[in-house]
């Protein structure tokens, strides 16, 4: 069933990774935890034009590397293989040769080539695999299941909810069909937390093409997320496009590389908000919405610093409108901004106008953010670029998920 649209992008209410032709995926539970499903796989019918974008964590894990070679060797995946519990990451040489015999026995049990494989892991660090529990994850592995929501379960940490979409839009006269899925709650601070994403398309994409757009839409959307303002070793966002609607390749000079492009940026939106909706102990979505600035990366800058602060993250868990917090956060983000020209709205509220207090009534000001979404918005006044953060509050339940992590 249609729910929205967004210029010619239609998003699907039951969408999932799956939505787009010639995927499959299902899930497992292996052992790896006590209950939950543990072990998850995406397959497509074809090799699939593939991009990655990866943490920029110095600790870069085993899975991530592995991926990254296959990639590189071909710029072709067939298959993504996933378990969660344990992020193979801080592990070694055991490590990595953990992480090619998971990519070599998975690609035998689907019938693939290794270089067509890419791994990823998530969960504890500094813990080996425990091989023969992933052996049976493998031997479970149906290539052509279509358990998308079983997936979506594997791959979960701390998350409380599963984390999907799908997407569609016309290439060619034909409807091309784009569909995501991700998983982060905890140590969420994107360049490129523990997040994971994965996004898939039946479009035909010319491989380089598909990175650059990959990367643009990550420094837009997941790269301005942050739950806690940890990176993890193992963030990973990877896209799948398997050719299968048989549309002309698109790049940038294709007439319907606009729409196509929407349609990708609005997927990886919806992801990074889910996440950043989800992050741990979480009662609000923030997004902080800067305006007028001298530059796209200004923007983006004085963005991610408000939505990364503490104390802007805890006034909003106790409906305090306290402006302060976020002008502050305003003036280290090391951008060049004019403190006698900001502008501050906590929603339709304005609570600072050219760097100086409003008249404002407190009392609404904390009845809109006692709201599930809080929306803040700075106006610099030094130019016409503008970017968007997203981020939850902080709240005395993100101590306690992360004081107990390990037990």
Same mark, same amino acid.
């Given at each position: %069933?249609?729910?929205?649209?967004?210029?010619?992008?239609? !998003?699907?209410?039951?969408?999932? !990774?799956?939505?787009?032709?010639?995927?499959?995926?299902?899930?497992?539970?292996?052992?790896?935890?006590?209950?939950?499903? *543990?072990?998850?796989?995406?397959?497509?019918?074809?090799?699939?034009?593939?991009?990655?974008?990866? =943490?920029?964590?110095?600790?870069?894990?085993?899975?991530?590397?592995?991926?990254?070679?296959?990639?590189?060797?071909?710029?072709?995946?067939?298959?993504?293989?996933?378990?969660?519990?344990?992020?193979?990451?801080?592990?070694?040489?055991?490590? %990595?040769?953990?992480?090619?015999?998971?990519?070599?026995?998975?690609?035998?049990?689907?019938?693939?080539?290794?270089?067509?494989?890419?791994?990823?892991?998530?969960?504890?660090?500094?813990?080996?695999?425990?091989?023969?529990?992933?052996?049976?994850?493998?031997?479970?592995?149906?290539?052509?299941?279509?358990?998308?929501?079983?997936?979506?379960?594997?791959?979960?940490?701390?998350?409380?909810?599963?984390?999907?979409?799908?997407?569609?839009?016309?290439?060619?006269?034909?409807?091309?069909?784009? @569909?995501?899925?991700?998983? @982060?709650?905890?140590?969420?601070h994107p360049n490129m937390a523990?997040?994971?994403?994965? %996004?898939? =398309?039946?479009?035909?994409?010319?491989?380089?093409?598909?990175?650059?757009?990959?990367?643009?839409?990550?420094?837009?959307?997941?790269?301005?997320?942050?739950?806690?303002?940890?990176?993890?070793?193992?963030?990973?966002?990877?896209?799948?496009?398997?050719?299968?609607?048989?549309?002309?390749?698109?790049?940038?000079?294709?007439?319907?590389?606009?729409?196509?492009?929407?349609?990708?940026?609005?997927?990886?939106?919806?992801?990074a908000k889910k996440i950043a909706?989800? @992050?741990?102990?979480?009662?609000?979505?923030?997004?902080?919405?800067?305006?007028?600035?001298?530059?796209?990366?200004?923007?983006?800058?004085?963005?991610?610093?408000?939505?990364?602060?503490?104390?802007?993250?805890?006034?909003?868990?106790?409906?305090?409108?306290?402006?302060?917090? #976020? #002008?502050?956060?305003? @003036?280290?983000?090391?951008?060049?901004?004019?403190?006698?020209?900001?502008?501050?709205?906590?929603?339709?509220?304005?609570? #600072?106008? *050219?760097?100086?207090?409003?008249?404002?009534?407190?009392?609404?000001?904390?009845?809109?953010?006692?709201?599930?979404?809080?929306?803040?918005?700075?106006?610099?006044?030094?130019?016409?670029?503008?970017?968007?953060?997203?981020?939850? *509050?902080?709240?005395?339940?993100?101590?306690?998920?992360?004081?107990?992590?390990?037990?």
């Amino acid at each position: %069933m249609i729910v929205s649209q967004k210029a010619n992008v239609t !998003v699907i209410e039951t969408g999932h !990774v799956t939505s787009a032709e010639g995927f499959y995926a299902g899930g497992v539970h292996c052992g790896l935890r006590r209950k939950k499903l *543990d072990f998850g796989w995406i397959y497509s019918d074809v090799p699939a034009a593939a991009a990655g974008v990866y =943490t920029q964590n110095t600790f870069q894990a085993a899975p991530l590397k592995v991926t990254q070679d296959s990639i590189a060797s071909s710029g072709k995946i067939q298959a993504i293989v996933t378990n969660s519990a344990n992020a193979n990451a801080c592990t070694g040489k055991i490590g %990595m040769e953990n992480a090619e015999i998971m990519r070599s026995q998975a690609a035998g049990q689907m019938g693939i080539e290794p270089k067509h494989t890419a791994i990823l892991s998530t969960g504890l660090i500094g813990v080996q695999l425990p091989m023969a529990t992933i052996e049976k994850g493998i031997q479970s592995i149906n290539v052509h299941a279509d358990e998308p929501e079983s997936f979506e379960q594997a791959i979960l940490t701390t998350d409380t909810v599963t984390k999907h979409t799908a997407v569609q839009t016309e290439v060619d006269g034909k409807t091309i069909t784009i @569909g995501g899925a991700a998983k @982060g709650s905890g140590m969420i601070h994107p360049n490129m937390a523990t997040m994971l994403a994965y %996004m898939t =398309t039946d479009a035909a994409v010319d491989q380089a093409a598909l990175h650059r757009l990959l990367k643009e839409a990550t420094d837009h959307t997941y790269n301005m997320i942050t739950v806690d303002g940890d990176s993890s070793t193992n963030d990973t966002v990877l896209a799948l496009a398997n050719g299968k609607q048989g549309n002309t390749a698109l790049d940038e000079s294709h007439p319907d590389w606009d729409s196509f492009k929407a349609a990708f940026f609005l997927v990886s939106e919806l992801l990074a908000k889910k996440i950043a909706r989800d @992050g741990e102990g979480a009662t609000k979505l923030i997004e902080v919405s800067v305006t007028g600035a001298a530059s796209s990366t200004s923007a983006r800058r004085v963005a991610k610093a408000v939505i990364s602060s503490n104390l802007v993250k805890t006034a909003v868990y106790g409906a305090d409108p306290n402006w302060g917090r #976020v #002008v502050c956060a305003v @003036g280290y983000s090391e951008e060049p901004v004019d403190p006698d020209t900001v502008d501050v709205y906590l929603g339709d509220i304005q609570v #600072v106008e *050219d760097g100086l207090p409003s008249d404002f009534s407190e009392a609404e000001g904390t009845a809109y953010l006692e709201q599930e979404q809080v929306k803040v918005i700075v106006d610099l006044k030094q130019g016409e670029a503008e970017a968007t953060a997203w981020g939850c *509050d902080l709240t005395y339940d993100y101590v306690k998920i992360n004081a107990s992590y390990r037990t």
